[in-house]
């Protein structure tokens, strides 16, 4: 990457960032009602009439854009607002959109624009994926398994020689489990049906405790190699 065009992805990102910065500000008190007043919130997503679920898009796709905040919370607010079937679908869609705008710029710009949100210490804890002759297979697992770090695996996916024609359906597929389960959640919640909530969040951080446990025990086998 030459001087002029790591200036220009530099200044790009620090714009983008205060963008984001002031978009969650104004959004970020809306988010918090889900906690707070449920109905609320609710109320505040119809408002925005037809618009909503652009809108919901919007800031799913700024989340995956810019990771600052993990995505099971706005798949929960997904299936609350708009129910299990739309709200998944929602899901699939925006997170689909910003996962491959995330692929494209990192093949685009290389590793400096993954260094910007995350620190180097966690990119080469995964670069066995830019190695292993079995990479395609670890990656689509470690992606699939609820609980491992997608937004990490997103931008890192970029880095690696994997063609995108293989990496678009395991970013954007791979998502599917940890929606559903959240989603489900949240219209449950949205429905004041408590227990089925709980069962389904309780199924979720089962899945993420397996997963996280798949995950570490990966890079545990990589790093002794």
Known sequence: ????????????????????????????????????????FRNWIDSFGIYAPLAYCGVTILQILFPLI???????????????????LLCILAESLGS?????????????????????????????????????????LIF??????????????????????ILIPIITIGRLPSIITSTLAGDHLGDQSYIKAAIYIAIALLFSAVGILIYQYIQKRNKEN
């Open 70 to 88: 993990p995505g099971e919370p706005m798949e929960m607010i997904a299936g609350y607002a708009f129910g299990s079937l739309q709200g998944t």
């Open 1 to 40: 990457m030459n001087r002029s065009v790591s200036r220009y992805v530099k200044i790009s990102a620090v714009l983008a960032l205060i963008l984001f910065i002031v978009f969650s500000i104004y959004i970020g008190k809306y988010l918090l009602t889900f906690i707070n007043d449920p109905e609320m």
């Open 100 to 140: 491959i705008l995330v692929l494209f710029a990192v093949k685009k710009y290389g590793r400096k624009i993954v260094e910007i949100f995350f620190e180097k210490e966690k990119i080469d804890s995964l670069k066995f994926l830019r190695s292993d002759k079995h990479r395609i297979l670890l990656f689509a």
């Open 144 to 165: 699939i398994v609820p609980g491992t770090p997608k937004d990490l695996l997103c931008y890192l996916a970029g880095l690696t020689d994997i063609e995108t024609k």
